[in-house]
């Protein structure tokens, strides 16, 4: 049962902790925030919907909770920046329990402490409709070290962490009634924002242009490539894939454009120059995360991709898009 | 016609001009700003949803638009500060056409111009249940600025700008599908942020606590004692009201719980000390907007409200709360 959205702000206020950077956190018209000297605030908003980006059969009030978090924070990961603050809106359907509140309230507040940034402010009301949230999340980088889309150099390579698809395997799966494996589940579910690693590659000077992939390997690298004005060429046996998507891949082979253009995969795709080779395989070790060299950037401004017997390889499937229709819906 | 989220990002971007404190704009994964030395970044984030916050056959997109960024920026001129940036969050319905969507951008794009503020980024997606929106608006206050809820005094004025109840006034009629005055229309659909004032108010240092008015006087003041620890005394013919407000009241006088629970006034409720007087009425005469002292700050923590004839007023109406249910709202 809801006790009115000002007990609700007031269970909320009592769990938020606060760095020392925000001096004004819930309770006021706004939030308040000092940027230290010679850095950039950073920002990013994203809504998650239910039933369009989530159903809340497929997933748990925590789940819901934790990436509401880390997809936002993965966009701080991606200019290399450090997150600092948070604001969370979210309309809230009347049938949901102070139980279920409480659940997305954990999730929440977990990825919070994970990621160390602090809830300073949001909204809450009642949704006639689904649960909806609206997340935005405030980061800040040194003035000379954020890496933006733009980058990117023609020669340069192009890099991208951790594996790719499991999210798009994990939803097809979930589209066609299959359990998911535990693993499946954390990669769809509980995706990891690599705020470490983009922190290095920024603090390093690594990289010429950085972006993590929400939409697919493809559809986000377009916007990388557009931003730089460059084309790409990549070469589909160096795409990192799971021991999972491997297995489901050998049995189905046009599974691989779920690892080229599946949404969600919350890996960032970045761009380096061929000299940081050496330096990146060092990062990856210390890191205990994959950094995977894909292909690289040419001319012009078309994307490439190379089967390993050097033939051209054209994938079946558009890029994620929310706006198409659910039918035409190829990678989510 | 909806081309797609890509194609609807490269119309909104087109229309984005940018601030110079804005180093990146829309584009990237997030948006970069400046803050001047010795300034604290505030943020405020609101969800407006439809059926919740507004009904489509009771306004029209331009309002919904133009009322988004307004009630955000509201929360900026609150702080006494100066708003800077936009990020905007919509879930768009697959009925709403481009036209209509046109629209709205118009009704955001006139405001962001009127209140002097860039749209930075933000997030689209289709939606499958109602129109939702989410705006984060972001600004800037001297660090010795800010005017926050907290630092009212025992013996304070308390003073509010413009008028009371229109709004709520404006939501009943269109409840009784009733046309409405132009006047009405204004104050409901297309409401005015304070800024010039509460940056006035902060710049030369006449008050002591602030906030806006979007719950209604007597829930929004509530937050305001709260945080400062005292109580208030109000007189109920000091109330400023609209000359179409007191036309309604002379027919039925309880509408006066109008001026005092209804919501979205979004007018600026103040304390000052009373030396403050007279500074406060040439500042209304600069803005040419009124100023009225409605009561004061007293010992303790409850609301007493006097009537002309020195007895004491209760309200037949609990503040506006959007966990209530429709027919146990009674201010909105």
Chains 1, 2 share one sequence.
Not at 186 to 214: C, F, I, N
Not at 243 to 270: N, V
């Amino acid at each position: 049962m809801l006790n009115g959205e000002f007990a609700l702000i007031e269970r909320i206020r009592r769990r938020a902790s606060s760095l020392p950077a925000i001096t004004l956190g819930i309770g006021d018209d706004c939030s308040a925030l000092r940027v230290p000297p010679h850095h950039e605030l950073l920002t990013s908003t994203d809504l998650l919907l239910e039933n369009v980006h989530f159903r809340l059969d497929w997933t748990d009030m925590y789940s819901i909770g934790f990436k509401s978090v880390a997809v936002n924070v993965s966009d701080i990961a991606a200019m290399g920046a450090e997150p600092l603050s948070f604001h969370l809106a979210v309309g809230l359907p009347v049938h949901l329990t102070s139980q279920q509140i409480d659940l997305f309230l954990d999730g929440v507040f977990d990825a919070l402490q994970k990621y160390r940034l602090s809830l300073a402010g949001g909204d809450t009301c009642r949704s006639e409709g689904p649960l909806m949230i609206a997340a935005t999340v405030q980061g800040i980088a040194a003035q000379d070290r954020m890496v933006r889309r733009s980058g990117a150099q023609e020669g340069d390579d192009l890099w991208v962490s951790g594996s790719l698809g499991d999210s798009a395997l994990a939803l097809k799966r979930l589209q066609a009634g299959t359990a998911l494996s535990k693993f499946l589940a954390q990669r769809h579910h509980r995706p990891e924002a690599r705020v470490d690693l983009g922190q290095r590659l920024a603090k390093q000077g690594l990289v010429t242009a950085m972006l993590d992939l929400s939409d697919g390997l493809l559809g986000d690298l377009r916007h990388l490539l557009d931003e730089s004005g460059v084309g790409a060429r990549l070469e589909l046996e160096r795409l990192p894939l799971s021991a999972e998507f491997r297995t489901a891949l050998s049995a189905q082979p046009e599974l691989i454009d779920l690892a080229l253009c599946g949404g969600e995969d919350y890996e960032l795709l970045f761009s380096a120059a061929a000299q940081q080779r050496g330096a990146l395989k060092v990062l990856a070790q210390e890191l205990s995360l994959p950094l995977q060299r894909i292909g690289g950037l040419t001319s012009g401004s078309e994307i490439h991709i190379f089967r390993p017997d050097g033939e051209l390889y054209t994938p079946q499937q558009a890029a994620f898009d929310h706006f198409r229709s659910q039918k035409d819906k190829v990678c989510e």
